[in-house]
Nanobody, 126 residues
Framework: QVQLVESGGGLVQAGGSLRLSCAAS????????MAWFRQAPGKEREFVAS????????AYADSVKGRFTISGDNANKKVYLQMDSLKPEDTALYYC???????????????????WGQGTQVTVSS
């Protein structure tokens, strides 16, 4: 069993920055993949970024490339999402997720992940 707790969300003006954190507890996650997803009201949950622990491979959605950076501390089971140059369209509930396997493909799929946090709200005002 894995528990995930997100923090760091808030209200920020367009062009500003936020740093989200996700703390994981439970099973050994050293060989897995952790990711951030987001869901805006009335929309489906979408992939934002992921990091694979075995080789620190990272992947990003096109909409956030160059603005968001995912990083992590596997020893302490934490993952971060640095969000810069925020836009109003980044407004959403942001979720942390864990896949217990070192995924080679499919890291952008909701169905690939085994555990989810409760989410942290990010609101970007124009």
């Amino acid at each position: 069993q894995v528990q995930l707790v997100e923090s760091g969300g808030g209200l920020v003006q367009a062009g500003g920055s936020l740093r989200l954190s996700c703390a994981a507890s439970g099973r050994n996650l050293r060989s897995g993949t952790m990711a951030w997803f987001r869901q805006a009201p009335g929309k489906e949950r979408e992939f934002v970024a992921s990091i694979r622990w075995v080789d620190l491979f990272t992947a990003y959605a096109d909409s956030v490339k160059g603005r968001f950076t995912i990083s992590g501390d596997n020893a302490n089971k934490k993952v971060y999402l640095q969000m810069d140059s925020l836009k109003p369209e980044d407004t959403a509930l942001y979720y942390c997720a864990v896949d217990l396997s070192p995924r080679i493909t499919g890291w952008a799929l909701v169905s690939s992940y085994d555990y989810w946090g409760q989410g942290t709200q990010v609101t970007v005002s124009s």
